[in-house]
Every structure is written in structure tokens, then in C-alpha cells.
């Protein structure tokens, strides 16, 4: 139960906008620390926090005033130049943002936060020189009313944020309201009372989310109006064509077939297909949104990481105006911080060691995005030390991961994506920072999960380029449709990188399974009907060159039909291995999407579990009637 009553919009739309403010607030804290002489950063920061607790107090989170009100004051005394940043300083302030965050989580499950670490707060007074003390008032609890925290009116002006006692004014209070107005403080809204705070004695951290109870994913979107007025635009000229076609089938059923009306029928038909097709990109940009709101979370990361290892790094984005689908950019978070963190940790060098090569005491890590075609292109770039391939090998053979024979088969390019392998890590002992393995595997599946791919090039020396190719959106899925058994399915065509003809005198027997060889290169060959647990009706005409993740292969198929975009439509009620989900064929029949990967999986299990002379084969369930 939310203790905000009827507020519960008010804050989300609070948590919304001051999220992204913190975001900001913490890069521009980054960038401080190279220019803290810099009267607008330090403006821009004093102005961040002081919106945030005008916020905070228009719906009487009092922890969260009293935290921002001390930092602000600080940024004030910043800005004035009455005190000087100090590394001392800038970790408290650090330590506030961070605390200013962790009050968001509890306040996204509907709860009020703990007041900070005592601590904290007294490391912000310190700051302060504690001269002039900050000015809290708590108001006697009543049943209808909860404390309010009220900052000095010399701390700002108000030009410098929203007027949240005019905005409480015009939203809630009526118009008739004879009462008199508050001036001291923010009206008091109607809530729950509090929890009793415990004794001031006693010493308590910021409050932590619960962590069986993790926040929602956000889901609302910001739209431009241009995008959604495209679409209303749209969406009249298919109400005018559709008002055409039914124009056109009453005079076809009328019996008027000339040429003309057939004509016409043809134009109207034509029209209809380049505006759906128009509606269809301009919903879609609907849902895109730049990864510079994903971006923007990293240069914190990347500083607190690297002072804690004693590095000195320096961040830098590139295409940060970069759009992509939105879920895509939520499910891209925990890849791309487990990647930065492993280029701080693993990949650049500590100051010392730069030196002793010849290289700049500060090592620069660049996250870069860019569309490249129908996908888009992730970097996360270093210019650390680079990865040995040999000592790849030689560790994952260490670890059991791999035995000898497989690691001396393994050219350079291969060995790298071993670490990629669950329980992979190049670290002897284990930290909080790295050393589990736990990493770089969760990272590759959650990019397959995501349609899309991941690769590796590094330089001894030089250092380490990682690469994600993604697709723009997953709402529609380019496929390659193929045949088997008379069947039609849908493989994604993010893993097709050709189609060959396969002649029965071209595959060859190599330790017991089928083989072809394509450009000096041999490919295991799977059957798709085998795959699918079913009875190969022919011998295979075509094979599709497959990708998936590190391996290619060649998959045998009777026929393909083509290239197309779908819709994936869940099936209700049923998750069979393999099947991703349905759609529909241009004469509406339907088409399972296939799910290559968890095809590819549950094969190399049945084959390990399969006793020796048995046949396993992974089973689709009997939804087609084969």
C-alpha cells in the first residue's frame, strides 16, 4: 500500500523527471572534477539539486529536502567561491547523489525513505564550515498531516526552480477555498502518518530497496508531438482509402468491372499499402528513444570504479543522440555496465603501468553508438593492455572450462570469445569487483536474447574493441522463411549470412557427423527437420550458412520462400522449446517463428544425455499435425 495516497501520479511523474535530472547532475559532478572553476557547471549542478527538493517537498519527502538543501547550500557557497572544492568535498557530494538515488528506489515501491546516514550529513555540514546551521522545522504530527521540511529563503531565489506553492495552489486547493494561504511552508497533503524515526543516537544508512520487491520497469514513454501528429496525419489518409475500397466494392458488386473501376481498385489498393507501411515506421519511432538517457549512467560508474582501483579514467560518448527501441534500451543496461566495468577493471592499466610503457597516466574508455544500416552499432573501445590469446587458452584449460585438444584448435579470434564461457575469468583471486565469472557469459545471452550479436578485436598492447550489432527494433523481426517437411518457418535473418545449394556428393563425414565444405572452410551441416524432432520426407536442396554466436553451421532446409518482415505474436497458453512465437504468411496461414539458439541448445543437450547408439531428438510439439 502506497503511503502517498492519491498522489501516487504526482510522484511518478516527480521520480520520472528527477531521475534524469540525477543522471545529469552526475556527469556534470564527473566533468567538475577536471574543471571545478567552471561557474556554469557549478550553476547548473546548484540548480539540479535545488529542483529536486522542490519537488521532494511539494510531496513532503523530508529526508530527501533536508539531503538536498545541505548540498545545495554547499553549490551555492561553490558557486560564490566562499569555499573551494576539495577532493573531500566532491566524495560527499558523491556519496549524496548516491543516497539521493537510493531514496528514488524506495520512493518508486511507494514508500518514505529513511533519512540519510547521519554521517553523511555531517560530512555536508562540515563542508559548510557548520557557521550557519540548515533550518529544519518538523510540525507536530496530526492525522492528516506529516512533517515538513522548510529550507532558508536566502538559499534561492524563486527564479531558480518551479513554484511548487502556487503549483500545489492550482492543482489541488479549489478555486473557492476561503482559507488563507500558507506563506511559510509547503501545504501539507494528506497522507498516512510516518513511521516513528528511531532514537537520533542511533547511526542508520540510507534506506535500501526491498530486494523482494525490485522496482517496475518504467513504462511510460516521452513522445515528440511531430512523431504522433505523422501519425494522426497517417492514420486520415488510410480513413480516406479505406472510404475509397469500400466506394470500389460496392460498384465491383454492383457488377461495374470495366477497366477503369479495376484500375481504380489497383490505385486505391497501392495507396493503402504505402500508407500502412508509413504508419507502420512512424508508430515504431514512436518507441524510439536516444541511448543517451542509457549513456548518460556511466561516467559515474566509470569514475567511482576506477578511483576505487586507483585508475585514472576518463569516459567518453559518442552518439548519445543514437535512437533505439525502448525496451531494447532498459534490456541493454546490465550488458553494457558489466562492459565498462570489465574495461576499468580488466581492461586499462593502473598509472604506474602506463608509464612504464610509454603511455598517458589517464587511460580513455569510449562507449560509441551509431546506426549502421537496418542495425545499430554499440562500441565500448579501451586503450588498455589488450588479451593474450595464448593466455586465454591457457586459462580456460586451467579452469576445466576446455581441454587441451579444443584450446590448440582455437585460432586467435576464437580464443578471445572464450570469455565469453560461464565461470571464464582471468582474475586468480575474487574481489567485489570481478573475479567470479559471472560476467561476460550473462552479457553475450542477454545480446542473443536481443536478436543480436556481439564480437571482439584486441592488440596486445593497444588495447580492446567490443562490438554489439542490434537490431533497430524488436517489435518487427526480419526472417528468412524456409520449408521443411511442407511446413513453413521463420528463422531470424540476423543469424543468415547466405544460402547455398547443397549437393548430396558435397557432404562429408567428419568424426561421425555430416560436413561441408564452404571457401576452404568446414561447416558441420543440422538438419532442421532434425532439429525439430521430425522425419526428413527428401534429402535437403538448400542449406542456410548460419551464425550463432561464435560457431557457423549449415542448416538444411527443402525449399525457402523468402525474405520478410513480421510481427511475432506470442502463443497463448504455450511455450514450446525452440519457437520464439507466430505469424502470419501474406495468404494467412501461419508461421512458427523459430528460436534458433534454444534449438541449437536443447539439441547439444539431448545429444550429451542420449546413450551411446540412441537417437535423441528435441521435439516440437504436435502443433502442425505432423
Known sequence: MSEFGGMDDLLQDFLTESCELLSDVDNKLVELERRPDDKNMLHDIFRGFHTIKGGAGFLNVIPLVNLCHRTENLFDKLRNSEIQLTSEVMDSIMDATGTVREMFDVLRQGRMPESADPMLLEALDRALNADQPITVINLPPEPSRIPVAVAPAAASSPADGPDWQHLYQAVVVPASASAPKPQAAVPAIPAPKPPAPPPASTARAPSKPNAMAPAPQENTIRIDTQRLDQVLNLSGEIGLTKNRLTTLRTEILQGKQDGNTLRSLDEAVSQLDLLVGDLQNAVMKTRMQPIGRLFQKYPRLARDLARQLGKEVELVIIGEDTELDKTMIEDLNDPLVHLVRNAVDHGVETPEERLAVGKKTQSVIELSAQQVGDHILIEITDDGKGMRAEALRKKAVEKGLIDLETANSLDDKQALQLI???????????????????????????????????????????????????????????????????????????????????????????????????????????????????????????????????????????????????????????????????????DGSVVLVLDMEDLLAEAAAAQQAALPGQQNHVRLPDLLGN
Not at 574481489?431 to 559471472?438: A, Q
Not at 523481426?477 to 524456409?482: H, K, N
Not at 525439430?532 to 538448400?542: D, I, M
Open 420 to 586: 565469453f564461457l560461464p565461470g571464464f575469468s582471468t582474475k586468480d583471486q575474487i574481489s567485489n569487483v570481478s573475479g567470479r565469472g559471472v560476467g561476460m557469459d550473462v552479457v553475450r545471452t542477454n545480446i542473443q536474447r536481443l536478436n543480436g550479436r556481439i564480437d571482439i578485436n584486441s592488440e596486445v598492447g593497444e588495447g580492446t574493441r567490443i562490438s554489439i550489432s542490434l537490431p533497430l527494433t524488436l517489435a518487427i523481426l526480419p526472417v528468412l522463411v524456409v520449408k521443411v517437411c511442407g511446413q513453413p518457418f521463420a528463422v531470424p535473418l540476423a543469424m543468415v549470412r547466405e544460402i547455398i545449394p547443397i549437393e548430396e556428393s558435397a557432404i562429408q563425414e567428419v568424426s561421425g557427423r555430416p560436413t561441408i565444405v564452404v571457401r576452404d572452410e568446414i561447416l558441420p551441416v543440422r538438419s532442421l527437420a532434425d532439429l525439430l524432432g521430425w522425419k526428413a520426407t527428401q534429402h535437403p536442396h538448400f542449406g542456410v550458412l548460419m551464425q550463432s554466436a561464435d560457431k557457423a553451421f549449415i542448416l538444411s532446409i527443402d525449399a525457402f520462400v523468402g525474405r520478410d518482415d513480421v510481427v511475432i505474436k506470442p502463443l497463448q497458453n504455450i511455450r514450446p522449446k525452440g519457437v520464439a512465437g507466430a505469424t502470419l504468411s501474406g
